[in-house]
């Protein structure tokens, strides 16, 4: 799997990140809302040089798809890949306006699907800061098991904040689709 193929869903286009996709990740992603959950409000050059390493990134340990509504990117999702272990960690974002109608959802099943389809994953992971109730909310439907809680494994202006861990393993994800 040399370069980026793209997932399809009802609603969404799934397509490899592309250099242009900066300026839609700097307007969904400068919303204070949106980043309650990061250190800090991202600039331009961050954002280029995240699009311009997750580009450049070799596709096959670390797939990044941009979510595309209507022709307007949306989001982002994408899975880290461990070969030694055949794990694939689960990083996910959308923008505010499109919070509530189960896009991130959307993506994320297909995604998983892919992972353990396609790539044949032993096991999908994710996480997020604690009190982020709406990814929690997002891993718990997709199936996945609270694995852990890291008390004040990071900060986030500041702040000393607890992680959550959630983890699917392939054989509960055939077992949840029979």
Do not use: C
Not at 19 to 25: C, E, S, T, Y
Not at 36 to 50: G, R, V
Not at 94 to 104: I, M
Request: aromatic share 8%; hydrophobic share 45%.
């Amino acid at each position: 799997m040399a370069k980026g193929i793209e997932l399809k869903t009802e609603r969404l286009n799934l397509r490899p990140m592309r250099l242009a996709d900066a300026d839609a990740i700097l307007a969904y992603s400068s919303d204070e809302v949106w980043a309650q959950y990061h250190d800090k409000l991202p600039d331009m050059d961050f954002i280029e040089e995240f699009v311009a390493q997750n580009v450049l990134a070799p596709w096959a340990d670390d797939p990044r798809f941009s979510i595309v509504l209507d022709s307007e990117v949306v989001g982002g999702i994408g899975l880290t890949i461990d070969r030694k272990y055949a794990h694939g960690e689960l990083a996910y974002s959308l923008a505010r306006e499109h919070w509530g109608k189960g896009l991130v959802m959307e993506a994320a099943q297909e995604v998983v699907r892919w992972g353990f389809e396609e790539l044949e994953l032993a096991k999908i992971w994710t996480r997020a800061d604690a009190l982020n109730t709406q990814s929690t909310r997002v891993m718990e439907k997709l199936g996945m098991t609270l694995e852990g809680v890291l008390r004040a494994h990071t900060v986030v202006r500041g702040e000393m904040r607890d992680e959550v861990r959630y983890g699917l393993l392939q054989v509960e994800w055939i077992e949840q689709a029979s």
